[in-house]
């Protein structure tokens, strides 16, 4: 099946349709997250992770080291709760603080290869659950589904192109 980029921006109707039905694949997904996402809690449960620290980790993963105000500015938190996260996630060993070369007041944070492991168990077991998931579906149904989205993944990286960024978003972690 050869795969054609959509190139016309969608009309405000149509992006309202396709948020809705957005927002109801979302609520139904959801609905069975307990069938689906189980082992990804577990394993936030079983470290103690919140969410914003599960989100910290997969930034500095795909992004390297950064500072703690970058990463109070990516997660929208004041600098002091993001250095209090950080502080965290320091005690627990999933990231550590190291001097800038150019200044050593300046102090950067980055994964940990116990934090990186941490979160490719994480990836995995969303991987997993998304396998589940799809494996219930119609066959036709797969197909066409993967062929959408072969469409939005050339469309979101030709776009990113066109800013100048010189990567995927990093909360989805690096390009493999």
Request: with cysteine; glycine share 6%; charged share 25%.
């Amino acid at each position: 099946m050869k795969t054609e980029i959509l190139t016309a921006p969608a009309g405000e109707a149509s992006v309202q349709v396709l948020v809705e039905r957005m927002r109801r694949v979302m609520g139904l997904v959801n609905r069975r997250r307990g069938k689906y996402t189980s082992e990804g809690l577990a394993i936030m449960q079983n470290h103690w992770l919140t969410y914003p620290q599960v989100v910290t980790l997969s930034i500095l993963q795909g992004e390297g080291a950064l500072a703690v105000s970058e990463i109070a500015d990516q997660l929208k938190l004041s600098r002091g709760a993001a250095s209090h996260l950080v502080e965290r996630l320091v005690q627990k060993k999933l990231v550590m603080r190291s001097e800038a070369a150019a200044d050593r007041r300046y102090k950067r944070i980055s994964i940990t290869a116990r934090g990186a492991t941490l979160v490719e168990r994480l990836n995995s077991s969303r991987l997993k659950a998304f396998s589940r998931m799809f494996k219930s579906l119609p066959p036709e149904l797969c197909d066409q589904f993967n062929g959408f989205l072969e469409q939005l993944i050339l469309r979101l990286e030709i776009d990113h192109d066109r800013a100048g960024v010189a990567g995927p978003p990093a909360f989805f972690g690096r390009r493999k």
